[in-house]
């Protein structure tokens, strides 16, 4: 099986054989157009040339026979707006996710249909510029001509599979952002279609997720190197894929992925709301079930900034040693004490997600006083991480979703002692993962279902998905950590709580 995973600024795809062994992965890299305040773009044609470059690459490194490649799948970020036209040309760049544009078509959204309305409806509990509906709309007013030319609009998911195939599909974990998906039907919203001037025609066939779509192009197979035979799938959105790939589709599991920013991710058997409209809940890639994910802005992010502004030493003793700097780092933060001696911090560097949904919070470091060392400011990166994260698992907890188990990915899995501190902080046994490529992984499982090679996706995930290492909580950190959390919570309540700030 092959998984492409479609990332903001890069993209990767790896083969995995059916015991979830990984026989290679590759990436490729690309640079987004800033091109004004709050518009940012890309070539759609970038995505499929990475692409290509990337699955050539893969088959040149691993020298797998193309034949041997029985399927493959997609995941990708969500949101990222393709407009395309009846010959499946991009009738103009990207609209990536992080564009701000349609601030103004955001608020007319909200006004027609009310912000309850749409979470009802979606799952989205704030209408924001990030929606596609919000640049579907844009484009009717700003761009009519290209408006009027599309033929379908599509996200990044659907345009790699339209690439590989010539078929226009998608399914609905990638939709749920959209504002375009009825979550709880798994059809369009027609409301929102006839509000925004487009109809179901205009939009990709809705399949579910590992879906068969058809077989690789004759074009396609000319460009990448792969084989008339293999089938292409639908895949995910890149943290619903995460979760297949991390065997996270069954309740009392959630999964953590601290990139540069926080996603934490609950398996339900229902859409989930939330009457105080902090998580939005997503459609899972396992079919039937649900994903409540409450993401925060920046976690990774923090510590990557810390590293560059005041790890200068750090970095060039580890580029010397020929190691990886956060290993240099995290073993100075390992010297200090659980709690920091006091420090505590907020690592809100780019404003607060989930809970608090604040864009105006900042980074603060409180508490500090001669005794501490750059080693203390360290650990106390990444003591906040682990505070955010229990936040949000409580916020889960209150709304009757519980977790005897937390399975941990990203970068920051990758440290023991970042994941020792998270077990500890939440009092929860962790695990990280074998493969690091969860998110390609899971497409890869959801297309080998969907193939028949698994009779179901949980026996999938049992014979595909493999533990690293396992983490327990120790007691008496536990209640160092409980006091910390504390402090946290009451730090920025007292700074943020009544917009003093």
Excluded at 42 to 70: F, N
Excluded at 239 to 244: H, R
Excluded at 430 to 453: D, H, K, P, W, Y
């Amino acid at each position: 099986m092959l998984g492409i995973d479609v990332g903001t600024t890069s993209l990767k795809s790896a083969i995995f054989d059916l015991d979830g062994k990984m026989c290679g992965v590759a990436s490729e890299e690309y640079n987004l157009l800033v091109t004004e305040p709050n518009r940012v773009e890309l070539g759609a044609e970038t995505y499929w040339g990475c692409c290509v470059k990337a699955i050539r690459q893969l088959l040149s490194g691993t020298h797998v026979d193309p034949a041997m490649i029985r399927g493959i799948a997609v995941s990708s970020q969500g949101e990222t707006l393709i407009p395309v036209d009846k010959d499946g040309v991009p009738c103009r760049r990207a609209i990536v996710w992080l564009d701000n544009r349609s601030g103004e078509e955001a608020r007319s959204i909200s006004e027609h249909f009310g912000v309850d309305g749409v979470y009802g409806i979606t799952g989205q509990p704030e209408v924001i510029p990030t929606w596609p509906a919000t640049k579907i709309l844009w484009m009717r007013g700003e761009e009519p001509d290209l408006f009027k030319r599309t033929h379908r609009f599509m996200l990044v998911e659907d345009y790699i599979t339209y690439k590989l195939t010539d078929q226009f599909a998608t399914e609905p974990s990638v939709m749920s952002s959209s504002l375009l998906l009825n979550i709880r039907q798994l059809k369009w919203w027609p409301e929102m279609l006839n509000f925004l001037g487009i109809s179901e025609d205009n939009l990709p066939q809705l399949k579910g997720s590992g879906e068969e779509v058809g077989a690789t192009s004759e074009k396609a197979c000319r460009e990448t190197g792969l084989n008339r035979n293999t089938v292409v799938c639908t895949g995910a959105m890149d943290q619903a894929a995460a979760c297949v790939g991390a065997g996270n589709i069954r309740s009392e599991i959630i999964s953590e992925n601290t990139g540069g920013a926080l996603a934490v991710c609950a398996t339900t058997d229902r859409p989930v709301f939330d009457k105080a409209r902090r998580i939005p809940c997503h459609v899972h890639a396992a079919h039937g079930l649900y994903l409540p994910i409450p993401w925060c802005v920046t976690a990774g992010m923090a510590l990557r900034w810390f590293r560059d502004k005041f790890c200068s030493e750090e970095m060039e003793a580890a580029k010397r040693a020929g190691i990886d700097p956060y290993d240099v780092i995290t073993v100075e933060a390992e010297r200090v004490k659980p709690g920091s001696d006091g420090l505590i911090m907020l690592p809100h560097l780019a404003g607060a997600g989930c809970p608090e949904f604040n864009p105006n919070a900042r980074g603060v470091f409180f508490g500090f006083g001669l005794g501490h060392t750059k080693a203390h400011f360290i650990r106390a990166v990444l003591e906040s991480v682990a505070y955010m994260l229990r936040r949000n698992i409580e916020i889960l907890e209150q709304l009757g979703i519980g977790a005897k188990q937390i399975r941990s990915m990203g970068g920051g899995a990758k440290s023991g002692l970042w994941n020792q501190i998270k077990s500890d902080c939440l009092g929860k046994p962790l695990v990280t993962l074998a493969c690091g490529e969860a998110a390609s992984l899971g497409v890869a499982i959801n297309a080998a279902v969907g193939l028949g090679f698994f009779p179901s996706l949980e026996e999938a995930c049992d014979r595909m998905v493999h533990i690293h290492q396992q983490y327990h909580p120790d007691r008496e950190k536990e209640r160092i950590y409980s006091d910390g959390y504390r402090r946290y919570l009451k730090l920025y309540e007292a700074l943020y709580a009544h917009d003093l700030f």
